[in-house]
Nanobody, 123 residues
């Protein structure tokens, strides 16, 4: 059983930055992948960034060069550094974990556990 809790969302002006955190607790398999996803009203949930057990990262084209995904295993925490934010980044952001040895990619269906989400609003 895995629990994920996001934090760090808020309101920011275009061009600003936010740092999202996801605290992981409970039993975690020896190898897993994690990712950040977002969903805006009226839109499907989309993958933003992922990081594999080996540290390999993948980003959606829309955020590449602006967002950085990282994890601190000692702190059991996943991060998403968001810079140069745009209004189109406004969404509920979720962290997720996939029990896979290899990269799970940006498809939401590949992930097994989800956090409750944290709202990001860019104006």
């Amino acid at each position: 059983h895995v629990q994920l809790v996001e934090s760090g969302g808020g309101a920011v002006q275009a061009g600003g930055s936010l740092r999202l955190s996801c605290k992981v607790s409970g039993y975690v398999y020896s190898r897993y992948c994690m990712g950040w996803f977002r969903q805006a009203p009226g839109k499907e949930r989309e993958g933003v960034a992922t990081i594999g057990s080996s540290g390999t990262t993948e980003y959606a084209d829309s955020v590449k060069g602006r967002f950085t995904i990282a994890k601190n295993n000692a702190a059991d925490t996943l991060y998403l550094e968001m810079n140069s934010l745009k209004p189109e980044d406004t969404a509920m952001y979720y962290c997720a974990l996939a029990r896979k040895w290899y990269g799970a990619g940006l498809a939401p269906g590949q992930y097994d556990y989800w956090g409750q989400g944290t709202q990001v609003t860019v104006s």
